[in-house]
């Protein structure tokens, strides 16, 4: 069996977020790991970078994270 973990990255977008979802069963179905690649849109990592030029700051609020925490909460045995 091929066990070599199944990488997904997730930008937020609808497609990055039905690559996640084509991702977990096909890890579990592998018996592989789960790598989740969390991406910042363009936009988002332009504003940090100017940001951060200026000093400390506000924290940054990452929407990519709180969408992929909700596609995987209340699953049961998600791979590692």
Known sequence: MDTRP???????SEHSL???????????RRAADLVIAHV???????WTARRSALGPGPELNDPVTDRVR???????????
């Open 40 to 46: 910042l849109p363009d936009h988002t990592q332009l």
């Open 18 to 28: 039905r690559a996640l979802e084509w991702a977990i069963p096909t890890a579990r």
């Open 70 to 80: 909700a596609a995987l909460s209340g699953r049961d045995g998600l791979p590692s």
């Open 6 to 12: 199944v990488v997904v990255a997730v930008d937020g």
